[in-house]
């Protein structure tokens, strides 16, 4: 596979991960399942002191000839918060399905894709339930299901991607997001959302003199800018531009492969926040570091031990304060069933610290997971 041809799968993975593997393949279906359990306890001093989520993802990617790729993807959660004071909030079920559509439109250079949101999730909720959606939702936390659902929605965007060398190649990629009218709480006003705009730029090759020996470089950035949501009364609620940047490199050790990564994503300020009828999510900086470490046990076999460090700055003033940061380590085993059929066991754990308010507790939970993708 020529580097344009790996390079615009990257690119357009920003857009629909799923269709990505699927054109990467050589099977024409690709089918995901399995089961997810995430768990945090927190010391004494927030609102709750645990909060858990069960998610059991379904997808399936079907590929029509070299041009054309369909990927249905939905997945059913279930999450809960124990409250200090012995209370507890629950939520159960399904959350959006997206339908995503990708055409092929010039072989290795240039990708449309079309994304459809369906509202099978979430869309009205009680205000009761807020709490636990925003835990859910904190990037630091990373839970496998960050968002239960929306009015839905509809995207579009394209990929593209050339050489810039014999083994280096250049990839972008843009995308227009509008979501529908909703009401997200229970006897609230309607939510109409504004329109989001993300572009994407990445980078990649072998380094390292010739081919590079098996060492590659990857490096991205994307900036997403969100128009204000109107949430009716003659409110707004804002967000500002957002930043991130993307570096990976993989080289061999031995029989194994070693992957080193990290990402920095900074929300700048909401371009209206003066305004006193708007609501503003405020600044902040999430940073990611990690490592991965791919080590075959046979044939069929492959254990990848990781690593990962994140850390989350937020607030309102010129001065962002610590909203946590987080160690997670772990390991998945990857066993190949069948022909057809791989096996994935995830086992992890996470530990650190989050600040709210000036109190400082800690964090610790395990991550769990169980999956198994087919293809043909």
Known sequence: MSRGRWLLLAVVSALAPQVALAQAGGGTTLAR??????????????????????????????RFGNRVV????????????????????????????DVRATVNVVPGRLLLSFIGTIPTG??????????????????LLAFMTPNFGTGGGFSSGFASAFPISANWALGAAASYRRGATYVPVTGGSALIPGGEIRTRIGIEGPFGGGRGGGKYF??????????ANDIGGGEQSSIGDRVLGYVSTSMPLGSSQLSLYGWDMRRLRARNEADTTTLAVPRGNVLALGARLEKPLGPNAVIVPLLEFRHELTGGTDKM??????????????YR????????????VAFGTLQDAGTRVSVVGPRLGVLLEWSR
């Open 33 to 62: 399942t399995g089961v997810y359990f995430e768990s945090y306890s927190f010391g004494n001093g927030l609102a709750f002191n645990r909060i858990s989520e069960l998610t059991i993802p379904v997808s399936v990617t079907q």
């Open 70 to 97: 369909l990927d249905v993807a939905t997945a059913f959660a279930s999450a809960s918060s124990d409250q200090q004071g012995g209370g507890r909030i629950e939520h159960s079920g399904f959350i959006d399905t």
């Open 122 to 139: 979430a869309t009205t909720v009680p205000g009761t339930t807020i709490p636990l959606f925003g835990a859910a939702a904190t990037d």
């Open 218 to 227: 990857r490096g991205a950035v994307v900036y997403t800018t969100t128009a």
């Open 321 to 334: 304060e610590l909203l946590g940061y987080l160690l997670r380590t772990g390991a998945d085993l990857r």
């Open 337 to 348: 069933l069948s022909d057809r059929a791989t096996g994935i066991i995830q086992a992890q």
